[in-house]
């Protein structure tokens, strides 16, 4: 019995000088090296999209592909719309430019849930979560913003998105 207490007494001091070991490690670790955080992907790791015309840039993953296309809207205005496509094709993000004068009949389209002010980069821009008065289209979350004369619309939602919509600057 007594030889089992022993036992006993010394597998729990072995545990214990084991424990205490990794702590002290990991606490020498953390002074000399600093701490260990867990972060986003870093722009490295994503590609980066920039409009010249429209003078925007804006950062996605690096699997994610991308489409760009322009629609005449008048004779004389083109709209850019660019689509970035996850490699699942379940989720994607869309920026649109047009002149800032069609916001109204943008707004006048949809359903508005409800809108609340947000900034992208250092600009005042409005969040918008509505629904399409088109059938069988759910609902859109849009995010405009108005710099000089145009206006700025993306859709999407999510953590990628919100990731996506933080790197977007103005560029000269």
Known sequence: MEFKKRTLQLF???????????FGILFILVNTIGCITLTHPTEAE?????????HFRIVYPMEWKLR??????????FLVQVFFDSP?????????????????MICEALNVISKKRVTVGDIEGVKIIAVSH?????????TLIR?????????????TFNKMLS???FIQ
Do not use: C
């Open 147 to 159: 710099k000089d004369s145009y206006l700025y619309i993306f859709e999407g939602e999510g953590d």
């Open 68 to 77: 760009e296309s322009l629609h005449p809207i008048y004779p004389d205005t």
């Open 46 to 54: 994503w590609k980066s999209y920039v409009n010249r015309h429209y």
């Open 12 to 22: 729990i001091i072995d545990k214990f000088i084991v424990v205490y070991f990794f």
């Open 134 to 142: 088109k059938e069988g289209i759910p609902s859109i979350t849009m």
């Open 167 to 169: 790197t977007f600057t």
């Open 88 to 104: 699942s094709k379940q989720k994607a993000v869309s920026l649109r430019v047009y002149p800032k004068d069609d916001e109204g």
